[in-house]
């Protein structure tokens, strides 16, 4: 009995390492995955939104001037789409904290997670879509013109 791996052994055994190589070792999940990971996301946007907010409002103790400077470059339509963003990882946290904690203390929840996510994911758009376009009308009109 031979101790060395036969040609056609050696071959399949290349070709499955070669083929491992070419699909690189990212994984590319399901809908859980993302959500998991947009979670994780959203949760450190809105901390760090939470920690200049603080500092910010923090000024208007130290020195209101600059409170009012600060304030002023917060009237931008760069911070304006800014916020929309926040609104939107608020959200999104918000909605898939409930349907993690649904996954999580409901007797089905595993079995209805994928459905939640759509859910949420359908609830986020309808919500979102009028909310962005109100909070971006002023600074299209201030941008464009208009009433």
Known sequence: MSTTASPATEAGASDR???SRRQGSFYRGDPGMWSWVLHRITGVLTFFFLFVHVLDTALVRVSPNTYDQVIETYKTPLVNLLEVGLV??????ALNGIRVMLVDFWSKGPKFQKTMLWVIG???VVVMIP???FMLKRTVETLFGGN
């Open 17 to 19: 390492a070669g083929a």
């Open 131 to 133: 909310g962005a376009f």
């Open 88 to 93: 939107g990882a608020v959200l999104f946290h």
């Open 122 to 124: 359908v609830v986020w």
